[in-house]
């Protein structure tokens, strides 16, 4: 859980630029936040609120208003992913973080001001554990209370089903090749074009 008071948490914050030399989705958790969880030397920050033995194995984060903005980088998702993360709860994304959060199975949940506000708040005065449930569409706090968030219902069966793009097309396999083996004997002088 990170609730460091933080706006506008930007792409370059969550994984900087030299990080963003490949296109592999593994290998990117150690440049999470890199330049706020590491001292020049290299070694650990141990003020970063991922470091602190209580919230080094987070899977959610919980942040300040904007999170995600700056360049559209798929490789921020990515990196949160690789370090562990399976949802960021703000009370606003950038669009395209956003988007790309769904994409790649990462899931961003909106609450209102005061909900983020006493999530941070409960893990300050160190309960930390907070709960998503996707299907019922809330947050549990480490104190009990429950918060109701919206998610499209596409991307919340999508999210449920573990299914990106990829994964939904290939769930059409099937009708794609029905309409191929038909298209193949209605127009065969298109076969191998």
């Known amino acids: 859980m990170l609730f460091r008071s933080i706006r506008n948490i930007n792409t370059d914050m969550i994984i900087p630029k030299q990080y963003l030399k490949t296109i592999k989705r593994t290998g990117l958790g150690t440049g999470l936040f890199s330049e706020l969880r590491y001292r020049d030397d290299g070694s650990e920050n141990p003020d970063f609120i991922l470091n602190k033995p209580a919230y080094r194995n987070s899977k959610i984060i919980v942040a300040e208003d904007n999170f995600g903005c700056g360049s559209s980088r798929e490789h921020a998702p990515w990196a949160l992913m690789d370090f562990g993360i399976k ?9 395209i973080f956003y988007n790309n959060c769904f994409q790649n199975g990462l899931l961003p949940v909106v609450l209102k001001a005061e909900e983020v506000q006493q999530l941070m708040d409960e893990a300050r005065g160190g309960n930390h ?3 998503i449930d996707l299907e019922a569409q809330t947050v ?30 290939l769930q059409a396999a099937p009708s794609i ?4 083996q038909k298209r193949a004997l209605a127009q065969p002088w298109l076969e191998g074009a």
């Open 87 to 95: 949802a960021v709860i703000s009370t606003s994304f950038a669009d």
């Open 129 to 131: 554990v907070t709960s």
């Open 140 to 169: 549990t706090s480490p104190s009990g209370a429950v918060f109701r968030f919206e998610i499209d219902p596409n991307r919340k069966a999508k999210m449920l089903r573990g299914l990106d793009a990829i994964g939904e097309t």
């Open 177 to 180: 090749d029905l309409y191929e």
